[in-house]
């Protein structure tokens, strides 16, 4: 079992900055990767960013790429998502999830889910 807590999220205008923090524990995650996931009210869960707990190999989505750097920290046990030059469109509950495995975008390949952060962007 991975157990995963986020923190980080709250109220901020557009083009302000936010920084997402994921804890993990429970299992060692050096074959883990590690995703951001955000979903709005009304819409699909989609994928943010995501990177493989030993390579440190990174994927982004379109939405976010050069606006968000994804990174861990193997003394914390913790994973990162700084997100710049935000928009109102980044609003949504933010989650990190976990897999055992190569890097993937898509939803359903994560075993572990936190519960979620929200991120409020005003215009």
């Known amino acids: 079992q991975v157990q995963l807590v986020e923190s980080g999220g709250g109220l901020v205008q557009a083009g302000g900055s936010l920084s997402l923090v994921c804890a993990a524990s429970?299992?060692?995650?050096?074959?883990?990767?590690m995703g951001w996931f955000r979903q709005a009210p009304g819409k699909e869960r989609e994928f943010v960013a995501a990177i493989h707990w030993n390579s440190g190999a990174t994927y982004y989505a379109d939405s976010v790429k050069g606006r968000s750097t994804i990174s861990r920290d193997n003394t914390k046990n913790t994973v990162s998502l700084q997100m710049n030059s935000l928009k109102p469109e980044d609003t949504a509950v933010y989650y990190c999830?976990?897999?055992?495995?190569?890097?993937?975008?898509?939803?359903?390949?994560?075993?572990?889910w936190g519960q979620g952060t929200q991120v409020t962007v005003s215009s």
């Open positions: 429970g299992r060692t995650l050096s074959r883990y990767a």
């Open positions: 999830a976990a897999r055992s495995g190569t890097l993937s975008s898509f939803r359903y390949d994560y075993d572990y």
